[in-house]
Nanobody, 125 residues
């Protein structure tokens, strides 16, 4: 059974930092892109960041560029999202996801078959 489990969410003041982790089990994703998405109440799920299979390429939504950094450790089957300079508008449930196709690299949520249960990030002003 494939599972993605996020951790590291919580409550932080504006300007603070959090580091999210996504641990995969049940199969390896060392040849698959992985990504982070988020959803706020009343809003659709949106792309945050993605990283290719090797970790050599990454993509970011404009609203997190320069503040968030995505990384992965294929030996540990784990992906990370370092979030700095957090803003109240970053408040959302953050989901990690893995693409089912090897070598593909996209920001479209439709391409990601495997999803975690989400972790809440709340940024107070």
């Amino acid at each position: 059974q494939v599972q993605l489990v996020e951790s590291g969410g919580g409550l932080v003041q504006a300007g603070g930092s959090l580091r999210l982790s996504c641990a995969a089990s049940g199969r390896t994703f060392s040849r698959n892109a992985m990504g982070w998405f988020r959803q706020s109440p009343g809003k659709e799920r949106e792309f945050v960041a993605a990283i290719n299979w090797s970790g050599g390429s990454s993509l970011y939504a404009d609203f997190v560029k320069g503040r968030f950094t995505i990384s992965r450790d294929n030996a540990e089957n784990t992906m990370y999202l370092q979030m700095n300079s957090l803003k109240p508008e970053d408040t959302a449930v953050y989901y990690c996801a893995a693409d089912q196709h090897v070598w593909r690299f996209t920001t479209s949520s439709l391409a990601y078959e495997y999803w975690g249960q989400g972790t809440q990030v709340t940024v107070s002003s």
